[in-house]
């Protein structure tokens, strides 16, 4: 897909913006790479990928907010709410970034975490009160988890509309056919010109035909294909022969 099918084409340092390699955020890999170079965004769905603390949220964070999304989730009309009366730029990474678009896409952005999900449909239940939003899908909160997320994931139209979408560990609150119903839902959205940033543990969600996978860690930001990730290959090892990881445990 050419650059015109990129609603955002890169993010990157603001110049002149400070950097203190010594403290965090700028001092873990993925983010100091992201400041010196920049972030290249491909269309279609990117998956970042890496262990904890190598910065994936961050990034997906500061995207967001870079975006005009709040930090919690939510997009620029309907935010999660959370920490309204607060600064948003928590990693204080955001202030120092810019996003260069493609020319005339400047569409919609949802962005949707799961650690803050439940906040984000207290948000939408309040707003559709009120009449300053749309109805949630679903009584949200009278569900599952899993079934809240997938209803919001699946069939909310903040997801179907939305021109980039940015997922925080989606799969957190998914089945095994829930992550592939996703899967095959941000391979429709790729498939009609939108973008996905998406970090995430999951090696089913990045096994996805066609996507991008950056892999974080202590080196920063790299391309991997999927038989190359750490992730699959431990969950390989693990499925083969799981008494050989709990021996060293327990």
Not at 131 to 155: C, I, K, N, Q, Y
């Amino acid at each position: 897909m050419s650059s015109e099918g990129r609603p955002v084409r890169r993010v990157e340092r603001v110049p002149g913006a400070a950097v203190d390699p010594g403290a965090w955020p700028d001092a873990v890999p993925a983010v100091a790479q992201l400041l010196r170079e920049g972030l290249d965004l491909p269309a279609g769905v990117t998956f970042l990928v890496g262990a904890n603390g190598t910065g994936k949220s961050t990034l997906v964070e500061a995207v967001a907010e870079v975006l005009g999304v709040h930090p919690e989730g939510g997009s620029a009309a309907h935010m999660a709410g959370a920490d309204r009366g607060r600064g948003t730029d928590r990693s204080g990474l955001a202030g120092r970034l810019r996003a260069v678009r493609s020319a005339g896409r400047r569409g919609s952005v949802f962005f949707l975490r799961a650690e803050t999900a439940h906040r984000f449909y207290t948000y939408l239940e309040e707003a559709a009160h009120v009449g300053d939003g749309p109805p949630p899908p679903h009584a949200l909160h009278r569900v599952s988890h899993g079934e809240g997320f997938t209803e919001v994931l699946l069939r909310s139209p903040w997801v179907r509309e939305a021109s980039v979408l940015l997922l925080d560990e989606p799969e957190s609150a998914l089945s095994f056919e829930n992550q592939l119903l996703l899967g095959a839902s941000l391979a429709a959205a790729a498939a009609e010109g939108r973008q996905v940033l998406c970090a995430t543990h999951s090696p089913l969600l990045t096994s996805l035909p066609g996507a991008h996978v950056l892999q974080l860690d202590e080196r920063g930001l790299t391309p991997v294909q999927w038989e190359e990730l750490d992730l699959v290959r431990d969950w390989r090892f693990l499925l083969d022969a799981p008494e050989r990881y709990w021996r060293r445990l327990l």
